[in-house]
């Protein structure tokens, strides 16, 4: 702590506004379902880099595929936004604008932060971690008043609680392989079963749960590949092992909603009907009908069982449908090209922030599926921050004449 402490204060005035700033924005985005504050924050956070930028004359140039991707699929945003503007009455659009453009807003300022100058890496986990503890207080005062195993609305629905604690664990999962320490090891454990309990408790997500499960697999694949210890490989595989059986026997002995998954229970879901019927109703291949268009009140409609729709609970149709064929392809090559490359740079470097952004990745594409995961604006913002974290980059200078 000492140590940050002179760090912070050897920093220059920018660098310590910058510091004391991304605290803010990592205090609000773990607090915080959503609000407008994040926003400001990041506004202020892009300023002091962009002036930050232009006082020292140099940036970070960062993987052109990235940075493609990322351009075209805001430009088919703001296409899709002017297309609701002309086209609705209403407004109600504007809040998903604000998710998917807080998200890449996240990831370009970040990625221009040096983030290793002003805080060590593995501090803004330990501080993710801790802040984290929130949302479980949340879960447990909730249960406390209407009892445990009782679905309900905190942050805005089961559902939102169930996948912001899905950020939390897979954070708090990856900081338990590779803690060193005993304690920390063990207290990262305490915390990621603390976070399952409530996802299962009161989220009762089974995109979520499911999702997770897949995800802490192929996470334990990667960190212990090539590792050449097989005790240590066996011992903490009957850990998993051990935390699966928990939760599979609470799930059973409660008969939670979690544990209502099969392939039939799939084929008969609402959802189903929602795209066969989205589907049918057609729209323009390339602009599509306009951003959020769904969520504009004349448009919505009740599924078979009698939900009101404002989303097509898949990212993929909602992109199709609303944004058209560009935004997808621009949104797809984003997620696999950023996959990609954080997988290959995993590999090299073994690096847990890498680690925890593929599993980031996956959970966001494997939540798409069955949810409109991209209009949840903290773990589109948690992913777009780990990634500006991972993502390989360079320090280039420019001179006066290429401003």
Known sequence: MLEEYRKFL????????QYIFFIIMIYLL?????????????????????VDILKNKEYYSLNKKIIFFILAWFIFINISLYKAYILFPTNEYVGAYKVLISAIVTFLVISQIKVDKLLDRKKILDLINIL???????????SLEKGFFVRGNIWGGPNTY????GNFAIISFASFLYSEKKIKKLLYLVLNMCQLFFIISIGQSRTTFCSLMVIYFIGFFFFYFKK??????????????GIMVIFILIIDKYNLRVSRVSIEALVNNAR????????????NIFTGKGLGYYLVGEHRFKDAVGVTIGTLHNDSLELLITQGIFSLI??????LASLLLNIKEYLKFKNEYTLITIMFLIF???????????YVKRLMQFIFLFLAFSIEKEKSVFRDSDL
């Open 364 to 374: 966001l594409i494997l939540l798409g599926m069955l949810e409109t995961a991209i």
């Open 162 to 165: 169930a996948i912001l604690l």
């Open 10 to 17: 050897n920093n220059n005035i920018i660098e310590k506004l």
């Open 132 to 142: 984290s503890i929130y949302g479980i207080y949340k879960g447990l005062v909730y």
């Open 30 to 50: 773990c607090t915080r379902d959503s609000q407008k504050y994040d926003e400001k924050v990041l506004m202020i956070l892009g300023i002091l880099g962009l």
């Open 228 to 241: 050449k210890n097989p005790k240590v490989l066996i011992k903490n595989t009957l850990i998993m092992i």
């Open 272 to 283: 189903v009907g929602i795209w066969k019927r989205c589907l049918n109703d057609g729209f």
């Open 330 to 335: 621009s949104y797809w090559g984003l997620l």
